[in-house]
Each structure stands twice: as C-alpha cells, then as structure tokens.
C-alpha cells in the first residue's frame, strides 16, 4: 500500500509538467499550458518501491480547454534507460530526491494498468492512503473460460518499449497484445452516475474514470484500452 504524504514538492508536479507537455507528441497546444489538476487515482507497486499516480490535468490557455491523461511514476534513484522518459526531479518534503517519470514508458506502471484492466488490483485513491477510488471502472472482454483471458506478465517488461504518436502512447503487453492511453480525453455521452461505457472496435478490455470538467461538472471517459495490436 502505499502511503500519501501531506508535504511539500519543489518543483511541484503541475510547473513539471507545464515544462514538460509541449514536447509530446500528443499536446494539442502551441506554446505553454496554463494547467489545472482535474482528477486522477493511484496505483500501488507490490514492490514497495516505486509511486504510481495516474493525474488528469486540464491546459485552459487556448480558446477551448484540453484535459490530458499524464501518469506519472515517482522513484527514489533513476531508472536506467529511461532518460528520454524523465519529466524531472522533485524535492519531496518527506522522502528527499525523487525522480519523477513519464509511467507511459516506465514497466511498472505497465504491468500494473494491465493487471487494473484485469481486475488483478484495484485503482486507490489520488489523495488519501489506503482507499479505493470507485469512480475508476474497468472491464476484460474474451471468449470461453475467463480464466484463460488474463494476460498475466511474468514480471515488468523492459525500458523504451512504449510508442507515443499523436493520439496517445501505446504500451505492450503479453501474447502480442497492446494496451493504448488515451492522453487527450474525451467525456463519453452518458453522466458520471452511468458506468457504462462503449469501446472502440477491437477492444478487449479497458479503464474509464471521471474527472471534474471545466464548468465544475463531473464528467467521465476511457482512459485506457487494451486490444490485440495495442491500436483501439
């Protein structure tokens, strides 16, 4: 489980990432953000080692806001091969240096999105240690035997192996399967009390949550697909 300190950040992760998104491929801005926290939940390492949130941020500096999906992952020494991945460092109040990470393309963040998917674990969340976050929803679709179905890796997959383009970032997942992060979301057609949820051609599992809009409305959408290629 992991713990949520009430402390200090310096930078914090907002000035990070309004550095940071401009240089995605995916950013549909033109020059700076000007960034609100709009929502997002947490997921643990079994390890104990590594943080994983998942944030939702909304870029109000052009004519129409634009809300990404930015997971983050959080270690306390770099990981190696991964330099192209650093959104920048932190000095956390409590646990001194921390390297925070693009989660698209640390392994971490991937078997543990993969195993939400899978209903393996459980979304927590964003703020309070040791709670589930209920407005994260997820499902795995298949054919015969569920059991059959999950795709349970081994162990973390290896550094540099996702693929960002301009719709989002496609990370691998086992038996040749992909799972896509939708970076610029989108609320679906039904209110944040509906949890159903309709998924693109080819889906075979997915995670969807809410996030708090700009005219202070709650409203939901897919944040991640997982299909056969990785490309639903």
Do not use: C
């Amino acid at each position: 489980m992991a713990v949520i300190h009430n402390t200090s950040l310096k930078p914090t992760k907002l000035e990070l990432l309004t550095a940071w998104l401009p240089g995605r491929p995916w950013y549909r801005g033109e020059g700076a953000p000007v960034l609100a926290k709009a929502g997002g939940f947490r997921l643990d390492d079994p390890a104990g080692e590594v943080g994983i949130e998942v944030i939702v941020v909304t870029d109000t500096a052009g004519p129409q806001a634009t809300t990404y999906l930015v997971p983050l992952t959080y270690r306390g020494a770099p990981l190696d091969g991964a330099q192209d991945a650093l959104v920048g460092t932190m000095e956390h109040g409590v646990l001194g240096r921390r390297w925070a990470y693009d989660a698209g393309h640390d392994p971490v963040f991937a078997a543990q999105l993969l195993a939400l998917v899978e209903g393996r674990v459980q979304a927590q969340d964003q703020n309070v240690s040791d709670r589930p976050d209920p407005e994260v929803t997820r499902a795995r679709t298949g054919h015969g035997d569920p059991a059959a179905d999950v795709i349970v890796p081994t162990a973390p997959g290896p550094v540099g192996t996702a693929a960002d383009d301009r719709d989002g970032t496609r990370l691998p997942a086992p038996q040749g399967a992909g799972l896509r992060l939708h970076r610029v979301l989108e609320p679906s057609p039904v209110t944040a009390a509906d949890r159903s949820t309709t998924l693109p051609p080819g889906a075979t599992g997915y995670v969807a949550g809410a996030w708090q809009a700009p005219d202070g409305s709650r409203v939901r959408g897919l944040f991640a697909v997982l299909s056969a290629d990785g490309t639903a």
